[in-house]
């Protein structure tokens, strides 16, 4: 049974990743904003914003950005699984021998090569810019693992707008307050420079506390509570989203 679903989310997953290759603007588009950020922020309101850090800024908001990157990147999850639910492919899909499951995991898969694929094209650019960091490789490990499981637990999401929603812009637009969240964390300025209420919403919601693991990991300092407060909130966003996901598309084609 292990072995029928693994082969048939393999061969759908490659289907999902040819429509990828042959529209690679996907990867492009979803790298634009975030470079266009950097940029931003780099040249024009960098020279203005101080961290306290006393290192250069590229290397202070490039983990936010790589969060962006990622939220950007999931709304095309929900739109391609919409349109897959609007053209009947589903319903094909039920009709053959398959693994029901294995569908959803395709759309998933697809979307972390991509996400994956596109934050390497930003750092490639942070790196043009400036960035520089001493991280070993078990600390760039570390932060793909980081990576890896926020793009699950958001892919996840994408998957339950994508099955709910009842138009294509529906589909996507759930990724905009995801898009924004990095910018009340401490992605782009410490969190001290808030005023109290924005402080401490920005202290206590998931993206600071990825974001700051990702910013020690990469500057070669103690993670200390962070990581584990990351952890938590990525695997917690991932098995709940997980568990409506399937509820969703349960109803769905029951």
Known sequence: MTTHVLGDTGVLTGRSLRHILRSPDTIITTAV?????????????????????????????LPGILLITIASGIAYTAYRLFLDMQGGIF?????????????????????????????????????????RTGASLGAWLAVTGILVLFTLALTWLAVIAGLSAKTV???SAFSYPLIFLPFISSA????????????????????????????????????????WIALAWCLGLLVLAYAFAMAAYRRKIS
């Open 33 to 61: 904003t975030p470079v266009a950020l950097m940029l931003l922020f780099v040249y024009v309101l960098g020279g203005a914003i101080s961290t306290g850090s006393g290192g250069s800024y590229i290397n202070y908001m």
């Open 91 to 131: 319903e094909r899909f039920q009709s053959m021998p398959i693994a029901r499951s294995s569908v959803l995991w395709a759309h998933v898969l697809t979307s972390l090569v991509a996400n994956l694929t596109s934050v390497a094209v930003v750092v490639g650019v942070a790196l043009l810019m400036g960035f």
């Open 169 to 171: 812009d529906g589909a």
């Open 188 to 227: 782009f300025v410490p969190t001290g420079t808030m005023p109290g209420p924005v402080a401490w919403f920005a202290e206590n919601q998931p993206v600071t506390s990825i974001v700051n693991s990702i910013r020690a990991l990469f500057a070669q300092q103690p993670v200390g509570n962070e990581l």
